[in-house]
T-cell receptor, first 115, second 111 residues
Framework: NAGVTQTPKFQVLKTGQSMTLQCAQD?????MSWYRQDPGMGLRLIHY???????DQGEVPNGYNVSRSTTEDFPLRLLSAAPSQTSVYFC??????????????FGEGSRLTVL | TQLLEQSPQFLSIQEGENLTVYCNSS?????LQWYRQEPGEGPVLLVT?????EVKKLKRLTFQFGDARKDSSLHITAAQPGDTGLYLC???????????FGDGTTLTVKP
């Protein structure tokens, strides 16, 4: 069982570079989301999707783009990396969208450093 | 302003001691979840509490949801080194997919 797979696990970028963090899930979950985790600040929602072709902004969406062309994949794009985007990024998926029934399954994280 | 406030932020105790972690909010949540995260890994769900006043037990862990559904607590009895980790509470007020997380409590249990 692969669950939620994130790549790459580590990445170093220079300011202004662009890159895509990949996320794939094999559980046929409708709901997927991206969070960033910074020391002392918990997990903050960047973008989320309730199904293929549908995305919406979370708490901290600026500087990031997403798309959901298939149920399985939910890539996160950094358009022009900034040092403030240095963080650990987690992709999560859920069968349902809400916390009442929707347990979030997380990937192992992608650690990004922007110099 | 953090929607979910967790306390304490850090907790270091000896094996065998009891502890309680709190998750508080001024907002009402339809449910709250508790996750545990180990270094280098993603959070893993421990429990979901749905009904005000609900108490759920998971071995030595006891979870309680406040009567007004604004707060929750996690109590660990006779803590073990294997309990070491980051404990996170999460909630979604609108049930629309915008789960909010608290800042977490970092627990260290010393043998």
């Amino acid at each position: 069982n692969a669950g939620v797979t994130q790549t790459p696990k580590f990445q170093v970028l220079k300011t202004g570079q662009s890159m895509t963090l990949q996320c794939a899930q094999d559980m046929n979950h409708e709901y997927m989301s991206w969070y960033r985790q910074d020391p002392g600040m918990g997990l903050r929602l960047i973008h989320y999707s309730v199904g293929a072709g549908i995305t919406d902004q979370g708490e901290v969406p600026n500087g990031y783009n997403v798309s959901r062309s298939t149920t399985e994949d939910f890539p996160l794009r950094l358009l022009s990396a900034a040092p403030s985007q240095t963080s650990v990024y987690f992709c999560a998926s859920s069968k349902d969208r809400g916390t009442k029934t929707g347990e979030l399954f997380f990937g192992e994280g992608s650690r990004l450093t922007v110099l | 302003t953090q929607l979910l406030e967790q306390s304490p932020q850090f907790l270091s105790i000896q094996e065998g001691e009891n502890l309680t972690v709190y998750c508080n909010s001024s907002s009402v949540f339809s449910s709250l979840q508790w996750y545990r995260q180990e270094p280098g890994e993603g959070p893993v769900l421990l429990v979901t509490v749905v009904t005000g006043g609900e108490v759920k037990k998971l071995k030595r862990l006891t979870f309680q949801f406040g009567d007004a559904r604004k707060d929750s607590s996690l109590h660990i009895t006779a803590a073990q080194p294997g309990d070491t980790g980051l404990y996170l509470c999460a909630g979604d007020r609108t049930n629309a997919g915008k789960s909010t997380f608290g800042d977490g409590t970092t627990l260290t249990v010393k043998p």
